[in-house]
C-alpha cells in the first residue's frame, strides 16, 4: 500500500511537474508572439477600399470604378439568409466558441488522420474570427508562427468587439473572386442583384467561393463550383436553415451567373461615363476614385442618351454613305475548312448595332456571307455558324454592283433586315466623326453627350475635347454684344465688299457663302441668313476687344485675340463650351457652368460637392402647414441684359424659320438656333434651344479637311438635332419663349426694319423701351473700315435708335 502510495505520488509529481513546464512554455510561447502581434485595435477605424458609383437622373447605374469592386454593407442589413449560408460553410459554432474553435480542431485534426496518405487536402480549422485576424492584420503565409499569431489575435478581438462587429467585417472584407471584395459587391458582379434579392442557391454559391474562388469560377469550373454551391446547400439544411425541399429545389437549380463589367452600365453612355470619370480624378485624385466610395448623382438622361448616340450615329452614316463605298474592314483567308475561327479573332466593336461578316462568295445577284460567332457568358467564341446574304437591295447604297463592291474573305460590317429573314445590309463605319451635347439651360446640366460614333473604335471625346472652328455659330455672340450696346434688331448695317490691310500679309477680304452682296439689311436679316461680310463690318464698328470680352463672360474662350477673323469664328473651341454659351442665351442671360455632376457624396452620405448653388428658401419644411411656396434665391451673375438675350433668341427663331435653319421648321414648336459652317466646309455645326433644352452637334473629319461642297451645318448638322428634337419633344407642349418686362413689341417689315401693317414681311420684332424704328431711315455710303470715324453700322446711321 505505501509503495501504491508512493507511485501515485510520484505521478501526481510528475504531472505537476508537466503541467507547471507545459504551462510555462505555453506563457512563454504567447509572451513570444504577443511581441510581434499587429495592433488589433485599427480594426474600429476600419475604412476599407470602396468602389465609387456613378448614377443616373433616374437613379439608375451608369459606372462604377474600383480596384477593388466592394461596397460596404452594415451588419443590420445584411439579410439573415446570407449569414446562415457563410455560418454554414465557414464557421457554423461563431456565435458560440471565444475565436478559436476546439470543435472544428478536433473535427479538421480527425480528418486529416483519416485521410493521411490519400493525397486529399486537409479541412481548414480556422474560425471567421481567425480569417478576419489573418486577412486584415497578417500574411498569406502557410506556416505554424502565423496560425499561432492567428489564434492568439482571434482570442483578443473576441474580447474586444462584438460577434456582430467581427462578422460585419468579414463579410464586407473578404475576396469572392472576378474583382468582387464582399458580398454586396459579389451579389452585383455574379448575380447582378443586390443581395437581399438572393435565393438559397444563390446565396450557397457566394458563401462557396471564400474557400478557393478561381478554383469555383462559374464559367471555367462549372461543375466544381455547383458541387461545391451544393455542399454548402446541404449543410445549410443539416443546420436546420433550409427546409430538405428547399433545399432539393436550389440543389436542382442551374447555377446562372451573368458576366457584369465594370465600366458603362448604361447604353451608349460610355462617353458620358468616362468624362465623369476624369473629373473626379481631376478633383479628387486617383485614391478617392477608385477607393473612397464616392456616390455620384449625374443630371443623364437615359432615354435622351440613347437617343442621342442614335440621332447623331444615323447623321455620320448618311453623310458617309453619300461619299460612296470605301474598303472592307479587313481580309481574311477563308480556304480553310473553318471560317469562323479566323472571323472571331477579328476585333468587333461592342457599342454598335452591327455585326461582323465575312463574304464566302458573291456574284451579281447576292454575296454570300458568314456572321461572326457571338460570345458565350465564359467569353469563348461559340461553336456554331450562321450564314445570310446580302443581296443588291442590301448595299443599293453603294450605287454599284457587288461584284465591285465585295470580294471573298472581305470582313465588313453588316446589320438584319427587318422582315427579311436571312438578309443584311451592307455598313461601313463613318470616316466622318462628330458630337453631340444636350443641355439644361437653366442650370447648365448636361442630360446628355455623345463624343463620337463608337466609344470602342476611339475614346477621344469630341464633344469636350475636341478643338474645333465654331463658324458662323459664333456670329449671336457678335450680335448679342451690338444689341446690348446700342443695337437693334433693325439696325441697319452694309453688305457690301470690305478689305482690311494687313501688315505682311495679303489684304483681307471676306465673303459671303454665296459669294454675293445684299446691300444695307438690318440685324436680323444677316443673322439669319449668315452674313459674313456683315458680321465683319458690325464687329469692326463695335471693336472686337468688347466682343473678346463678352465671349469671355459666356465662356467660349479665356482669352480671345481682338482679330475681325474671330467673328467669323475662326477660333478654337469645345461644343461645350458652345453649347454653354447657348444655354446663357436661353435662360435670359444668366451664367451657367456646363456640368455632367449634380452631386458627389463620400462613403458616409455627406454631399461634399453640389451643382446646384441656388438658395431654396423654405425647402427644408417638413410638411404643409398653408406657409408660402420654396423659393430660389438665384445670385448667379448675369452676363447679358434679359432683354437682349431675348431679342437674340427672337433673331435666332428666325433662323429656323426662315434663314439657314429651316430644317427644323416642320417640328411646330419655338426653337432658336444657328448654324455654323466653317472654311473649306472643314467643320458643320448647328446649335438649337427650345425654353427647357440646347442641343449642339458639330460634324468634321479629326484630321480637319474639306467635307465637300454644300457640307454646311444647315444642310448635315441641323438635320440631325431635328431627328433629335422630334422624338425628344414629342410628348412636349409648345412652350413659347418668355419675354421679359420691359421688352415692346413692334409690328416691323422683316426686311427693311421699318413699321409695316399686317401682311407680307411683317414680323413683331422685339425693342427696348425708346429704341422702336421710326417710320424712315438712311444710309450712308461706306466702304471700308476709317481710321475713328463712325461706319455705316453706327447708331447715328441707322436711324433706327432714337
Known amino acids: 500500500m505505501r509503495v501504491l502510495m508512493r507511485f501515485l505520488g510520484f505521478v501526481f509529481a510528475l504531472c505537476t511537474l508537466v503541467l507547471l513546464v507545459g504551462a510555462a512554455g505555453a506563457t512563454y510561447m504567447v509572451w513570444k508572439y504577443s511581441k510581434d502581434l499587429p495592433d488589433y485595435t485599427q480594426l474600429q477605424n476600419y475604412e476599407p477600399p470602396v468602389m465609387t458609383r456613378v448614377h443616373a437622373a433616374d437613379g439608375a447605374l451608369v459606372a462604377e470604378y474600383a480596384k477593388q469592386r466592394r461596397l460596404y454593407i452594415p451588419i443590420e442589413s445584411v439579410p439573415k439568409l446570407v449569414i446562415e449560408a457563410f455560418l454554414s460553410a ?15 480542431i478536433f473535427r479538421a485534426a480527425s480528418f486529416y488522420l483519416q485521410n493521411y496518405g490519400k493525397n486529399v487536402r486537409p479541412q481548414g480549422a480556422s474560425t471567421i474570427t481567425q480569417q478576419v485576424a489573418k486577412n486584415f492584420l497578417l500574411t498569406n503565409e502557410v506556416s505554424i508562427d502565423r496560425k499561432i499569431k492567428e489564434a492568439l489575435l482571434a482570442l483578443r478581438i473576441e474580447r474586444a468587439y462584438s460577434k456582430d462587429r467581427i462578422l460585419e467585417l468579414y463579410l464586407n472584407e473578404i475576396y469572392l473572386g472576378m474583382g468582387a471584395y464582399g458580398i454586396a459587391a459579389a451579389a452585383l458582379v455574379y448575380f447582378d442583384k443586390s443581395v437581399d434579392e438572393l435565393n438559397v442557391q444563390e446565396v450557397a454559391y457566394l458563401a462557396a467561393l471564400p474557400k478557393a474562388p478561381s478554383t469555383y469560377n462559374p464559367f471555367r469550373e462549372r461543375a466544381r463550383a455547383t458541387d461545391r454551391r451544393n455542399w454548402v446547400i446541404d449543410r445549410m439544411v443539416e443546420n436546420g436553415f433550409v427546409t430538405p425541399a428547399e433545399g432539393e429545389a436550389a440543389k436542382n437549380a442551374p447555377l446562372d451567373v451573368v458576366n457584369r463589367t465594370s465600366g458603362a452600365q448604361i447604353f451608349a453612355s460610355e462617353y458620358y461615363a468616362e468624362e465623369v ?3 473626379i480624378y481631376e478633383r479628387y485624385g486617383e485614391s478617392k476614385l477608385y477607393e473612397g466610395g464616392l456616390s455620384v448623382r449625374t443630371p443623364l438622361d437615359p432615354k435622351l442618351q440613347a437617343l442621342s448616340k442614335k440621332t447623331l450615329a444615323d447623321g455620320l452614316i448618311r453623310f458617309d454613305e453619300q461619299r460612296g463605298w470605301r474598303k472592307p474592314v479587313t481580309t481574311i483567308d477563308i480556304s480553310a475548312a473553318d471560317w469562323g475561327v479566323k472571323l472571331g479573332e477579328v476585333k468587333e466593336l461592342n457599342d454598335i448595332p452591327w455585326r461582323l461578316a465575312v463574304v464566302l462568295d458573291v456574284n451579281k445577284d447576292a454575296a454570300r456571307i458568314g456572321l461572326q460567332p457571338p460570345r458565350t457568358k465564359s467569353g469563348a467564341r ?11 437591295d442590301g448595299a443599293k447604297w ?16 453588316v446589320e438584319a433586315l427587318p422582315n427579311r429573314q436571312g438578309q443584311f445590309r451592307l455598313h461601313q463605319l463613318p470616316a466622318v ?17 455623345t463624343g463620337g460614333f463608337s466609344f470602342d473604335e476611339s475614346q477621344f471625346n469630341r464633344a469636350t475635347q475636341a478643338m474645333r472652328q465654331p463658324g458662323s455659330s459664333f456670329k449671336p455672340i457678335v ?10 434688331p433693325s439696325s441697319i448695317v452694309m453688305d457690301a465688299p470690305f478689305e482690311l490691310e494687313q501688315t505682311g500679309q495679303a489684304t483681307w477680304r471676306p465673303e459671303n457663302y454665296s459669294g454675293k452682296f445684299y446691300g444695307p439689311q438690318t440685324l436680323r436679316f444677316g443673322l439669319t441668313n449668315s452674313r459674313n461680310v456683315m458680321t465683319v463690318r458690325l464687329a469692326n464698328d463695335i471693336g472686337m476687344p468688347i466682343i473678346a470680352e463678352y465671349a469671355k463672360r459666356f465662356g467660349v474662350y479665356d482669352e480671345m485675340p481682338p482679330l475681325l477673323s474671330m467673328s467669323l469664328g475662326a477660333g478654337e473651341t469645345t461644343l461645350m463650351r458652345m453649347v454653354g454659351a447657348y444655354a446663357m442665351i436661353a435662360n435670359g442671360g444668366h451664367k451657367v457652368t456646363p456640368s455632367l455632376i449634380d452631386r458627389i457624396q463620400d462613403r458616409y452620405g455627406h454631399t461634399i460637392y453640389r451643382h446646384d448653388e441656388r438658395e431654396c428658401r423654405d425647402c427644408e419644411a417638413t410638411k404643409w402647414e398653408n406657409q408660402p411656396e420654396p423659393t430660389l434665391i438665384d445670385r448667379r451673375p448675369v452676363v447679358l441684359d434679359p432683354m437682349t438675350a431675348y431679342q437674340i433668341t427672337s433673331m435666332m427663331e428666325g433662323v429656323v424659320q426662315y434663314g439657314t435653319g429651316t430644317a427644323l421648321k416642320d417640328l411646330g414648336k419655338p426653337i432658336a438656333g444657328k448654324t455654323g459652317t466653317t472654311n473649306d466646309e472643314k467643320d458643320a455645326w448647328f446649335i438649337g434651344f427650345t425654353p427647357e433644352m440646347v442641343v449642339g452637334v458639330y460634324l468634321g473629319y479629326d484630321r480637319p479637311k474639306p467635307m465637300g461642297k454644300g457640307s454646311t451645318g444647315g444642310l448635315i448638322s441641323a438635320p440631325i438635332v431635328r431627328d433629335f428634337m422630334k422624338t425628344a419633344l414629342a410628348d412636349r407642349p409648345a412652350i413659347p419663349f418668355p419675354v421679359p418686362a420691359g421688352i415692346k413689341l413692334v409690328r416691323v417689315d422683316r426686311k427693311s426694319g421699318q413699321r409695316t401693317g399686317p401682311g407680307g414681311y411683317a414680323i413683331l420684332e422685339a425693342f427696348k423701351p425708346g429704341t422702336a424704328p421710326p417710320d424712315s431711315y438712311s444710309v450712308s455710303d461706306y466702304s471700308g473700315p476709317s481710321s475713328g470715324g463712325p461706319s455705316a453700322a453706327t447708331p447715328a446711321a441707322t436711324g433706327g435708335l432714337y
Not at 461559340?382 to 443588291?392: A, D, K, N
Not at 466623326?433 to 442630360?447: I, Y
Open 90 to 104: 465557414e464557421d457554423k459554432n461563431f456565435y458560440e466558441h471565444g475565436g478559436v474553435d476546439p470543435t472544428g
Open 277 to 279: 470619370r476624369r473629373q
Open 382 to 392: 461559340s461553336t456554331e455558324r450562321e450564314v445570310g446574304l446580302i443581296t443588291p
Open 398 to 413: 453603294t450605287r454599284r454592283p457587288l461584284t465591285s463592291v465585295l470580294k471573298p474573305g472581305d470582313v465588313v460590317y
Open 433 to 449: 466623326e462628330g458630337a453631340m451635347v444636350v443641355m439644361e439651360p437653366t442650370t447648365g446640366r448636361v442630360l446628355a453627350l
Open 479 to 488: 450680335y448679342a454684344t451690338a444689341l446690348d450696346n446700342g443695337y437693334t
